[in-house]
């Protein structure tokens, strides 16, 4: 009883002072280790915070402004309303390469799933025979840069040297124009994005199957479930969070794409495969005509909400946050 | 007896499609070691008749792949480094901390994988510029640090981590620094090395942000330069083929030594929860 009253032979003044004190320390003490919850998470997270802002937000900014003015790069950007967004809408330049765009997007999303579903699928089927180096065979394009890889397929396919013109030829067909048609071009496009594309994609797939657990499987098979409808009523809906992922993250590669076309056919012949980037970058930085550029991206902007809006629509299990 | 055939059927279709996938890599790979006359001569054969090297020293000598090379290595490792630490403390705060305002940046980062910087390249480009980082390679190091797919897979992997641990730690008197610092930055261990491999290939790679930052050739890094060569009006083949293969190696080196990390990697357990 006495401790609770004196303190280490001190008077009972001072006493009831000092456990006053500490019965003060003890109730800051939630409010310092609140502050301490406060600061440290925001330490965590300063550098990604400014790093966002200069390289996000501001650029993103900076568009938008550039947008409504006739920035050329060099001097002052001066206002002019809404006039390139009036341009642009009457371009047909604009609209021929949006097109194209997205006609390569809505190619090229399911020819990628596809194909990395159906490998991945093969790679983890007890069934098939040498799937360790097949995997690495499979793997081998994700080293390869989009450059690099432009540069294979453009050594494969050239009209003139190429081997595959070769091998048609020594069948006795005519060898086709890779380079000079628009159409067989875009198709080139989209066998090397795909060729590139897979091993990311695939990998996704193969970590989702593998966690799938056996014996769904083989409860179904012995309810007398066949192997498709193995695949299609218990593989794919399972699958369904990595789809989502997979598609969403090809629409937004696809829409984008750049590089590998720069050094396959550079967006040829002529400008009939001019894809939406390679468009702002030849008006924004070879034409020098950046308010006019910033337009573009902003409606590209829009374009890729939209799209990531759907598709999360259409995700009803979207728990990201 | 049906199975045995849905064996070898499956058997043949992985590895017509693996073919598919190795032939324009390995007709690179041999068309590589072909002197220049060979290249176009016809009838093509699939093996050089003349193995060389004369086309790799001419691009080695006609180029400065030094240079290119050390450039392109800066960039890889810097930025790899600074992504993963940038990444784990990120994720960290994201996963075991809570308050409106991380939530809210944390829709900020998951939104940058909509909105990648390429489609605003105009206005990337004067920020750049305005920072004073034009023509130098901090000018793709520092735009390129943060990730959405980094600082993701370490939140999804620390809130693996029951906050019993933290607790404790905190109740012994470790500060929240000490914490993420000593105990739950070692554990992340596994995740950090996956995000390292994958954070090399992405800056080895990268082509679009060398390609609007830099100007000086001397700053170039590999993508940028092997662009030049295929961007010629007259392509010469054999130093644009051997070049390109000497550019892979870094890649086919990381590959061998990390293939167990990088097949197994778990990309989807940030995906999945």
């Known amino acids: ?321 | 007896m049906n199975a045995k055939r849905w064996g070898i059927g499956s058997t043949i279709v992985l590895w017509l499609l693996a073919l598919g996938f190795l032939i324009p890599v390995a007709w690179f790979l041999l068309s590589s070691f072909k002197p220049g006359s060979e290249l176009f001569s016809l009838p093509l054969t699939l093996f050089p008749k003349d193995w060389t090297v004369s086309g790799y020293e001419t691009a080695w000598n006609r180029f400065d792949f030094a240079r290119y090379f050390l450039n392109t290595s800066i960039v890889a490792v810097v930025t790899t480094v600074l992504t993963v630490l940038v990444s784990a403390m990120t994720g960290y705060a994201f996963a075991k901390y809570h308050a409106w305002w991380l939530k809210a940046f944390f829709i900020c980062i998951l939104a940058t994988t909509m909105l990648p910087t390429e489609v605003i390249m105009p206005s990337s480009f004067a920020v750049v510029r305005d920072l004073g980082l034009y023509n130098s390679l901090a000018g793709i190091i520092v735009p390129s640090i943060i990730t959405a797919t980094g600082i993701f897979m370490f939140r999804q992997y620390f809130k693996t981590i029951p906050d019993e641990l933290l607790e404790a730690a905190r109740i012994d008197g470790v500060g929240e620094f000490g914490a993420f610092w000593r105990i739950m930055l070692p554990l992340a261990r596994p995740i950090a090395v996956v995000l390292a491999i994958f954070s090399f290939q992405w800056r080895w790679n990268d082509y679009i942000w060398p390609l609007i930052v830099l100007r000086d050739p001397s700053q170039y890094t590999l993508q940028v330069a092997l662009r030049s060569i295929v961007g010629a009006d007259n392509v010469d083949w054999s130093v644009l083929l051997s070049a390109s293969v000497i550019s892979l190696i870094p890649m086919v080196v990381l590959f061998a030594i990390f293939q167990r990390q990088i097949m197994n990697a778990d990309i989807n357990s940030g995906l999945k929860d």
């Open chain 1, 1 to 321: 009883m006495s401790r609770t009253n004196t303190v280490d032979g001190l008077s009972a003044e001072t006493s009831a002072l000092v456990i006053k004190g500490r019965r003060a320390r003890r109730v800051r003490r939630p409010g310092q280790r609140s502050t301490s919850l406060v600061l440290a998470p925001l330490s965590f997270i300063a550098v990604a915070v400014v790093l966002f802002a200069l390289f996000f937000v501001w650029p993103g900014a900076l568009g938008l402004w550039y947008s409504f003015t006739d920035y050329t790069g060099v001097g002052t950007p001066d206002f002019i309303g809404a006039e390139n967004y009036v341009e642009l809408a009457q371009d047909p330049d604009f609209y021929v390469v949006l097109g194209r765009t997205l006609l390569y997007t809505v190619l090229s999303v399911p020819l990628h799933f596809v194909a990395a579903l159906g490998i991945a699928v093969l790679l983890t089927s007890t069934a098939a025979k040498g799937k360790a180096p097949a995997r690495i065979i499979f793997f081998l394009p994700w080293l390869i840069s989009p450059i690099v890889a432009g540069v294979i397929w453009k050594w494969l396919f050239g009209e003139n040297f190429g081997m595959v013109n070769f091998i048609i030829e020594l069948a006795g067909g005519t060898g086709l124009r890779w380079e000079t048609d628009p159409t067989l071009a875009l198709v080139l496009i989209l066998i090397v994005s795909t060729w590139g594309g897979t091993a990311f994609n695939m990998l996704l797939f193969i970590a989702a199957i593998r966690n799938i657990p056996r014996s769904y499987l083989e409860a179904a098979q012995l309810d007398g479930a066949g192997g498709w409808q193995r695949f299609t009523r218990i593989v794919l809906p399972l699958l369904r969070p990595t789809s989502f992922m997979v598609v969403l993250l090809t629409t937004i590669g696809s829409m984008k794409e750049f590089a590998m076309v720069q050094a396959l056919n550079g967006g040829g012949p002529g400008t009939s495969n001019m894809f939406i980037v390679q468009y702002i970058y030849r008006t924004g930085f070879e034409r020098a005509d950046v308010g006019y550029a910033s337009a573009a991206s902003m409606v590209l902007m829009v374009i890729l909400i939209v799209i990531a809006i759907i598709q999360m629509r259409f995700d009803k299990r979207n728990d990201l946050a």
